[in-house]
């Protein structure tokens, strides 16, 4: 038999045979009375959560009266229950009953109990090439799905301009923050002729003073390492430009945007939130203004606002997709659709570029290897952000233990945090991942302890594809790979 029919038989028949499984034991357990869809509805609303009908509905990918209907039946068989907000008496939302939850459990054991017993039959050494292989499947699926708008050509890391400021290898080195992304890496990353970023968030948390002024130290430790970066990179021939990272949502941002211009900076890339007011703090057109995107409506606000209050225009967009490290743009319930449509968002904010002088387009999340590289640059990547790549490099300045605990992840030992926007944080499980809520002063001093090397106690940040980190590699080795001309 050849090796397409063999697969697809396979394919087909794991298809089938989870269904029948699945169907067997829901004839055999003790909530006869749910159907097959109605458990996957219990699963989607989630154990311990309470969601909107629109959020439950985005998650199974129905509209939303097809739902009412099937969560009218779960409420009389008492699997879910609707309630109102006491903030907000129009709101209002679903959660489990305990029935319910239990429903989901023992579901969810069914599953975990099938899969375990199926990869048993998988020598332990051979299990990483398996997830390797079937999730590059799954990713060629999802992109069959959406094919590329047009014939892209052969795969090449272009110099491009964010305004006035060239980049000669289209590779930005994202930022990580607490303190992991300073002067030694961005230099780095500069003098290989991409991006190199200084990540601002609390980059003075070492600083006898920052307990007390954590804005006067972060400031101080900024400018010191913007001016260090800039003198490491200096003597490089072709060297690519030092930038800033700055979260939207922390108090002092515009001061933080001030402070890097004055310092130095050549590029200030903007994430989590949406900076609509930066070039108010940044008058300097030679000072490239990258914003951190999650879909093109916000690239289209942006557009619109910076238009009309500044007269100015993006420099360049990253696009961060869901399978990135730190903070998402996106809701937990969103993730899912948002990993199929990619490929599909990719192309769509590119052809909202094309029409501007000169706004070149940079995809992150989920940007490991080079073959990752060039499925984005498919659809329209100019550039690409790797973030978590870089965290296992010599230049890279996270303590050892936080280097091995990249090392030793594999893809189970991953987690969410609730973020304090709401918004997810991927991170690697550690005992502190459990317990941390959504405050932000516990999720803070998580990523400082990490930082220093305390893993319990510990929050780490970590993009979904760590699980390929297999060794301590240099900046340059990367640029290698990405890099290299094939033909
Ligand atoms: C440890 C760590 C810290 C991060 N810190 C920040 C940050 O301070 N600001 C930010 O905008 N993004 C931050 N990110 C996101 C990265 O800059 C980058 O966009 C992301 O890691 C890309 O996805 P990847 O990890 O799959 O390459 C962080 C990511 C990691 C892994």
Request: proline share 5%; net charge neutral; glycine share 8%.
């Amino acid at each position: 038999m050849d090796n397409v029919k063999k697969i697809n038989d396979i394919l087909v028949n794991i298809f089938n045979v989870v269904l029948k499984l699945e169907e067997k034991a829901m004839r055999e357990s003790t909530h006869r009375d749910l159907s097959v869809k109605e458990l996957h509805t219990l699963v989607a609303i989630g154990e311990g959560k309470s969601k909107t009908m629109s959020q439950v509905a985005a998650a199974l990918k129905i509209n939303v009266s097809t739902l009412t209907a099937s969560i009218n039946r779960l409420v009389k068989k008492g699997y879910a229950q609707r309630f109102r907000i006491p903030e907000d008496r129009r709101i209002v939302k679903i959660r489990l009953t305990e029935e319910g939850a239990e429903a989901v459990r023992e579901h969810e054991q069914f599953h975990r109990e099938m899969i375990s017993d199926a990869i048993n039959q998988i020598p332990e050494d051979q299990i990483g090439k398996f997830i390797e292989s079937i999730d590059n499947m799954n990713e060629y699926l999802v992109m069959r799905k959406n094919p590329p708008p047009k014939e892209p050509g052969p795969f090449r890391m272009k110099p491009m301009n964010l305004g006035k400021v060239r980049v000669p290898v289209p590779l930005f080195q994202g930022a990580l923050s607490i303190g992991m992304s300073m002067s030694r890496l961005a230099a780095a990353v500069a003098r290989q002729g991409g991006v190199g970023v200084i990540a601002a968030h609390k980059i003075g948390f070492r600083e006898e003073d920052f307990s007390e002024n954590p804005l006067k130290a972060n400031k101080r430790v900024l400018r010191q390492e913007i001016k260090k970066a800039l003198e490491l990179a200096s003597d490089a021939e072709n060297r690519g430009p030092v930038g800033v990272n700055i979260m939207w949502s922390s108090r002092h941002c515009g001061e933080y945007v001030e402070t890097a211009v004055e310092a130095g900076a050549e590029v200030i890339v903007c994430g989590a939130g949406i900076p609509t007011n930066l070039p108010g703090y940044c008058r300097d057109k030679k000072v490239a203004l990258v914003p951190v995107v999650s879909s093109k409506r916000a690239a289209n606000i942006l557009i619109r606002n910076w238009t009309k209050k500044y007269n100015r225009m993006p420099d360049g967009f990253i696009f961060q997709g869901p399978l990135a490290g730190g903070y998402l743009g996106i809701k937990e319930s969103q993730i899912e659709a948002a990993v199929e449509d990619f490929y599909k968002n990719i192309a769509d904010i590119k052809g909202e570029l094309e029409s501007l002088d000169n706004c070149p387009l940079i995809v992150c999340g989920g940007i490991y290897s080079r073959e990752d590289a060039e499925k984005a640059y498919a659809y329209g990547a100019d550039g690409f952000q790797l973030g978590s790549r870089f965290v296992t490099t010599e230049e890279c300045n996270a303590c050892p233990e936080f280097k091995e605990a990249y090392l030793k992840c594999r893809e189970k030992d991953m987690t969410f945090i609730a973020g304090p926007e709401g918004f997810p944080g991927r991170v690697i499980e550690t005992p502190y991942s459990a317990r941390v809520g959504e405050d932000p002063r516990c999720i803070t001093q998580g990523l400082i302890n990490a930082a220093l090397g305390d893993l319990k106690n510990g929050l780490m940040f970590c993009g979904s594809k760590i699980y390929k980190a297999s060794k301590i590699e240099t900046v340059a080795d990367i640029f290698r790979e990405f890099t290299l001309e094939t033909c």
